[in-house]
């Protein structure tokens, strides 16, 4: 059996060597789920890792350092009967013995080398919800305890081996052990994990902050926020609205009126969760225009409650950009900065969302739309610092160029000197603002298999809630129709279908994440800087022109940038308290500094 005092021995020896705090992760393929969604994770807090593939790599990789330090503070395999052959197993043995390295098997078959019993069971774990021990509520501190295991999860169910030294940490049906950590006699630790988890399963991210924290003892280069900002499109607009009889977007028309503005606001404030309104003022003219009104009462609804909302310039008139002058974009950027003076809103500032992104290269077009040589010219002559895209398309890597090697779906790029900003889009469609016209809508375009509104929310909210626990910034955008609350004739009265897709996100969110945690709602250009400082966090590490290493308490910064860098830090004395864990982006001059960690070696 293994003895207690071991651990407690070998921790307080952890100061006597010098630890860089970088995490070695090590795929197989480079394929493997695990491997790319722990990669995508990484990038995305900000950490400094290394990722190999066992494939390609030649002579062993050097653990300790000529100079003694140790090179990684933990290890992440994404496949099992990697490490043996890719490291020297000297070196490993004395980091994990005398330095506390500690790694991660993120999916691993079980059996006595990992203190488990052979499995009872494997296949996918559907349905199944796994429950968190006592000491697995230490260790994910964040996490109300019921984690449920997304469709498509590959697993093993077996036992800790009543032999060897193992705390379960996550309990899968029959008493199994899906997550948990053992201990060998030297004190060496390693957590051991039964299931996959991909990029896109919200169980794996839910854990994976716990999982960082613990394997690299709560200190580590990395920042975690867990994001959910919404913005709603088209506002002051009408949209025509999808015809259920004809399968077709019909003449109908959908416009938010005054009651649908209030209730609005009122749903946003109850629930605490701000929408962000990009907004066409001119719109609200045309609706003065049509009905003869001396105003537009949705306007002056608004207008009574803009304390609610965050305001964004959407262009006055929602044209499309892709073939317009520089002048012509500019007078569209112009008049609705002037129209919202007028009406007493402020936009933010050096913020734009075009009219269905138009002006940008669209590759999914028939035939596919380059980008407007115009655009880039005249958002700079404009200050707009951050304009939105779809993060469901592809754009070119260069702005001018359509056979360009393609920017992948969601990632952020430059056209000029303005930053776009990818945004995710919902299920909700523009045309619709009851189930019936979206389920209906779907149906016949493809675009989804759920029988009825109810199971349609669980799966969107599922979807956004992995989002919103993936540290991932990027807005969710939404159309004013979706806020339309009463419909005559149609099946809506009381609640707008992106509040009742909200609701059950914040429901979802709150039934497994504690208020230690709460949702996070950056404004589009606070999204645009946290990512701007996180690509400019990942040149300088990646350059080498920074480096932070841990030596007992002390976490020790050396700056060669030759100025000031902003660095990602969780677990030092100073931060923000998030998840029972402080950390912050920490300002650090060129040379040496160092900075006390919040916990023990």
């Known amino acids: 059996m293994f003895a207690e005092d071991t651990v407690d021995r070998n921790r307080s020896q952890l100061g006597a060597m010098r630890v860089e705090m970088r995490i070695l992760l090590v795929g197989k393929t480079g394929r493997e789920p695990g491997y790319q969604a ?15 593939v066992g494939a390609n790599q030649g002579s062993p990789l050097d653990i300790i350092g000529p100079d003694g330090t140790v090179r990684y503070q933990a290890v992440i395999l994404a ?13 490993l043995e004395r980091a994990e013995r005398d330095a506390g390295l500690r790694r991660l ?18 296949g996918r774990l559907d349905g199944i919800t796994a429950r968190l021990t006592a000491r697995g509520h230490e260790l994910f501190p ?4 019921p984690l449920p295991i997304d469709r498509g999860t590959w697993g093993y169910l ?3 081996d009543p032999g060897q030294h193992f705390e379960t940490l996550l309990l899968g049906p029959g008493g199994s052990s899906l997550l948990g950590i053992h201990c ?7 957590m051991v994990q039964t299931f996959d988890a991909n990029s896109t399963q919200m169980h794996g991210q839910l854990l994976r902050q716990g999982l ?9 280069v990395g920042y975690q926020r867990n994001y959910l900002t919404v913005h709603v499109d088209d506002v002051l607009l009408p949209n025509h609205g999808w015809d259920p009889t004809r399968h077709a977007t019909g003449t109908r028309i959908l416009r938010m009126t005054a009651n649908d503005a209030s209730q609005a606001a009122r749903w946003s404030r109850e629930l605490g969760m701000r929408l962000d309104l990009a907004c066409n003022g001119a719109g609200s003219q045309r609706h003065a225009l049509e009905t003869g009104a001396p105003g537009d009462p949705l306007l002056d609804a608004l207008l009574a409650e803009r304390d609610a909302f965050g305001w964004i310039n959407h262009t006055f008139e929602h044209l499309d950009l892709g073939e317009a002058s520089q002048a012509a974009i500019e007078r569209e950027i112009e008049r609705n900065l002037s129209w919202a003076a007028e009406h007493g809103l402020e936009f933010e500032p050096g913020v734009l969302i075009t009219g269905e992104h138009t002006g940008l290269a669209d590759l999914t077009a028939t035939p596919p739309r380059r980008e407007n040589r115009n655009l880039a010219p005249a958002l700079s002559a404009q200050g707009i ?20 090697t393609p920017t992948p779906a969601g990632v952020p790029f430059m056209t000029g000197d303005t930053f776009v900003i990818p945004r995710y889009p919902t299920a909700l469609a523009h045309d619709v603002a009851t189930p019936g016209q979206l389920l209906d809508r779907l149906r016949h375009t493809g675009g989804t298999r759920a029988a009825t509104w109810p199971q349609l929310v669980s799966a969107e909210a599922r979807r956004i809630v992995a989002k919103v626990v993936g540290n991932d910034p990027r807005p969710h955008f939404s159309h004013q129709s979706n806020l339309v609350t009463a419909d005559a004739g149609d099946e809506r009265s009381q609640s707008s279908l992106l509040s009742e897709l909200l609701d059950a996100v914040v429901n979802l969110y709150r039934s497994l994440i504690l208020p230690s945690m709460p949702i996070a709602q950056p404004t589009m250009a606070e999204v645009g800087r946290s990512l701007l400082r996180l690509e400019a966090w990942r040149h300088a590490w990646s350059t080498g022109q920074v480096a932070v290493f841990r030596e007992g308490k002390a976490v020790t910064v050396v700056n060669r940038a030759g100025e000031a860098v902003e660095i990602p830090l969780t677990g030092i004395a100073i931060g923000e308290d998030y998840g029972g864990t402080r950390s912050g982006w920490i300002r650090v001059d060129t040379g040496t500094t160092v900075f006390e960690s919040a916990t023990p070696g």
């Open 142 to 145: 964040y996490l109300k305890g």
């Open 385 to 404: 610092r951050f304009l939105a895209c779809d993060a469901s398309r592809p754009y070119p890597s260069r702005s001018g160029e359509l056979d360009s």
């Open 105 to 122: 098997n993120a999916y691993a078959y079980p059996g006595p080398r990992y203190g488990l019993t052979p499995p009872t069971w494997a």
């Open 38 to 52: 722990w990669r995508a994770s990484l990038v995305r807090a900000g950490a400094a890792f290394d990722a190999i």
């Open 212 to 220: 960082l924290a613990w394997l690299t003892r709560d200190v580590h």
């Open 158 to 160: 077996a036992a800790a």
């Open 184 to 190: 060998d006699g030297a004190g060496r630790e390693q």
């Open 79 to 91: 496949s099992e009967g990697l490490l043996d052959a890719l490291v020297d197993g000297e070196q």
